[in-house]
């Protein structure tokens, strides 16, 4: 990856916006996921937009009070917000109580088979990939331990990531990138039946 000046920034931001963040259950940092996402992006595409989405994709879900999307708009412009409302997950509803697990995949999925914008379905597809990579490391590392972590059972991630992986069959995607998704969707089928 070419570290740009406006790439620097948004890792910059991005540091800030996830600093009092870990990752799930664990006491890695969570900018570890954004980099490396952004670090997958940019093995596909040189994209400036792009890596910097990478870098910022969960910032307007778990970090908007810290910096808000008209911060965004203002520092890196319209197609990153855009990327990176694409590949975002609406977890709040209209009175702002946290929607039920099952209703956001759902919903998150629906808006994924949406989407046409290559940009958007490489942020999304290296998001995954990298959770994926994760959750086989814990699982290798605290076993069975690593469902306690998450707000659904085994068999809904599973299901999520199944969901999301047929969906992104049918996407305009690197042919080796959608094979690591398909080998890791395969490596979780065979964790969650062991």
Known sequence: MNITYKINQALNVAAVAHAKQLRKGSATPYIVHPFAVATIVSNYTDNEDAIIAALLHDVLEDASDVYPEAKMLQDFGSRVVEIVNNVSEKKLSSNGEEKPWKERKTKYQEHLSQ???????????????????????????????????????????????????????????????????NILVDKLRAIVNN
């Open 115 to 181: 989407i046409n914008d290559n940009m958007s379905i490489l942020v999304t597809t290296a998001d995954k990939i990298h959770n994926l990579i994760s959750m086989s490391a814990d699982y290798t590392e605290i076993g069975d331990k690593l469902w306690l972590k998450f707000n659904a059972s085994k068999t809904e991630q599973l299901w999520n990531y199944e969901s999301i992986l047929n969906i992104l069959k049918v996407k305009s995607l690197p042919e080796d990138m959608i094979n690591q998704l």
